[in-house]
């Protein structure tokens, strides 16, 4: 008998990892790092990136996945650019 029957990987549903950092954590770092290259700066860049990358690492552990954009929904403008669903508090639920 095979005995990888009925085997489940624990891994199938993790993030890709860009080094020690996850996905998310890590375009949040080169987002900041590419504008602080961009505009000369590069070691404010680097500093502020690394910090905003570990301060996002520290505040999504243990929330669900894709925790940036459900940031970027709720306090953006980004979530307001729905025209068929009017705003949260304007909604009334019938039932």
Do not use: C
Request: hydrophobic share 45%; proline share 5%; charged share 10%.
């Amino acid at each position: 008998m095979n005995e990888h029957q009925g085997y489940i990987p624990k891994t199938l549903d993790n993030l890709a990892r860009f080094g020690f950092w996850d996905l998310y954590q890590s375009m949040l770092f080169l987002v900041v790092f590419g504008f602080g290259v961009v505009m000369h700066l590069l070691l404010p860049g680097l500093i502020l990136g690394a910090l905003l990358a570990w301060t996002y690492g520290r505040v999504s552990s243990g929330q669900q996945r894709g925790f940036l954009v459900h940031l970027l929904y709720w306090y953006t403008p980004l979530g307001s650019g729905y025209k068929s669903i009017p705003p949260s508090d304007k909604r009334h639920f019938i039932g």
